[in-house]
């Protein structure tokens, strides 16, 4: 496996995904390749894939292939890219919603609570706000809603306060800051676990991973050709709520539109009813794998 990150339920993603050795297909999270290498291992001489990454880091993994293009780009743009190499659509589209070892293993990137660093968080750090702009800029209440919305947190309006409060006497600007502020908010039987949701919270505020990820699920739908297939992998219940919802209904909602003849309007139909698990050695060998769940969808 690559030392730049781990894939994860690796064979049952691809295995759903790659029905015509022949056919357009799209990694729309590329990472460190490992996805997008086991798909071209699959396809023939005539099969083609096209993968994207907004982290510059992730380039420098890209496979030397003529079958392969890597786009750096936000994956919300799939259909447009679409559009423009894959004319009469995707035979399938994958998506790794989790973050890359390399992304938290990289201390200066700032993603993980394990190492002092900048708090960066950005998947493409050409520009955009940092997580230090976001915990030193947006008011109070503004922090106190992505805590509760995007990291679930029950106690979202205490960490909201501590952190208004620190950095009105320092500016927090480091991940060492950051959990100083928030320590007396830390449950003392889980203070790992409380500290990865926050962290996560701010992640998906920094990269926008919600408003992305609507994005991508409706171009992905527009995208694939009739019969082709969606295979998404989550790592939190908010992201995998969205893609169980839109592949049921067609919104992230998950409010069903039907025709005058009681028919769904939804593109996407389940291929299977629950979510694919990694096994018990899958996360022996990879404990970020846990939390994965599969999710694969057909065109219809």
Partial sequence: MSEYHNPVLL???VDALVLNPDGFYADATFGGGGHSREILSRL???????????????????????RFILIHNNFRFIHNYTLLHA??????ILADLGVSSHQFDTAERGFSFRFNAPLDMRMNRQGGNTAADIVNSYTQEE?????????????????AQLVATARAAAPILTTDDLDRAIAAALPTFAEHKYLAK????LRIEVNEEMRALEKFLSGAAASLKKGGR???????????RMVKNFIRSGNIGGEEE???????????????????????????????????????????
Avoid: C, W
Wanted: negative net charge; without cysteine; aromatic residues 6%.
């Fill in 11 to 13: 064979h049952p993603s």
């Fill in 44 to 66: 023939s001489p005539k099969g083609r894939l096209m993968a994207f990454d907004r982290d510059e880091d992730a380039l420098a993994q890209a496979p030397d292939d003529p």
């Fill in 87 to 92: 004319e009469g659509g995707l035979d399938g």
């Fill in 143 to 159: 922090l106190e809603k992505i805590f509760r919305l995007y990291g679930e947190l029950d106690n979202a309006r205490r960490v």
């Fill in 198 to 201: 926050v962290y996560q919270a």
């Fill in 230 to 240: 969606l295979a998404v992998i989550t790592y939190h219940s908010l992201e995998d």
């Fill in 258 to 300: 039907k025709d005058v003849f009681g028919r769904s309007s939804a593109p996407l139909k389940a291929v299977d009813r629950k979510p694919i698990l990694p096994d018990e050695a899958e996360i022996a060998g990879n404990t970020r794998a846990r939390s994965a769940k599969l999710r694969i969808a057909e065109r219809v």
